[in-house]
């Protein structure tokens, strides 16, 4: 069954360093999302993306968050200047096309730790 | 601001007994709802989609039923099995926007 892949499993930084988290959607999908989960806390949504352009964004996606397409595979959620609040696990998800196919698939996540 | 609470947050069963998570919702304008299983250290796994003007879905053993109007859902799993051990995580997509919020979870223990 295709799934969504993120790379690193684990990133360790030290605040102010900036990171870059990687995420392969499933192939036919047109929707993107990042969600983290901060140890012990409810998962919280990021940001959504579609058609190349940011389509949603919550409170925490301020100006230090980023993400982009660089290519028709990956998909990118970069953190400017990390802070220790900024550890958690993050989760990328993609959505297919269409109100027939609601379902989100999430990647397995990328455990950030910042020191 | 939609707000998901799920009850009991923590559950432990003994194999074969059918059980029922809960899960409540603040603002009934929702799209669709959907249930996760989460495994420690894991990404979520979508369980069961249910679309905002539908009342149930199934899945094998799962059962989930939607009331939007009162704002709950519940997650039936019947015959319970030791591989159901999981955190199950509820979460509403709320019409016109695209993203999920979400319960806190219900971490199942099934003993053997």
Known sequence: EPEVTQTPSHQVTQMGQEVILRCVPISNHLYFYWYRQILGQKVEFLVSFYNNEISEKSEIFDDQFSVERPDGSNFTLKIRSTKLEDSAMYFCASKDRGTTNEKLFFGSGTQLSVL | ?112
């Open chain 2, 1 to 112: 601001k939609q707000e998901v609470t799920q009850i009991p947050a923590a559950l432990s069963v003994p194999e074969g007994e059918n059980l029922v998570l809960n899960c409540s919702f603040t603002d009934s304008a929702i799209y669709n709802l959907q249930w996760f299983r989460q495994d420690p250290g894991k990404g979520l796994t979508s369980l069961l989609l249910i679309q905002s003007s539908q009342r149930e879905q199934t899945s094998g053993r799962l059962n989930a039923s939607l009331d939007k109007s009162s704002g709950r859902s519940t997650l039936y799993i019947a015959a319970s099995q030791p591989g159901d051990s999981a955190t199950y995580l509820c979460a509403v997509r709320d019409t016109g926007r695209r993203a999920l919020t979400f319960g806190s979870g219900t971490r199942l223990q099934v003993q053997p």
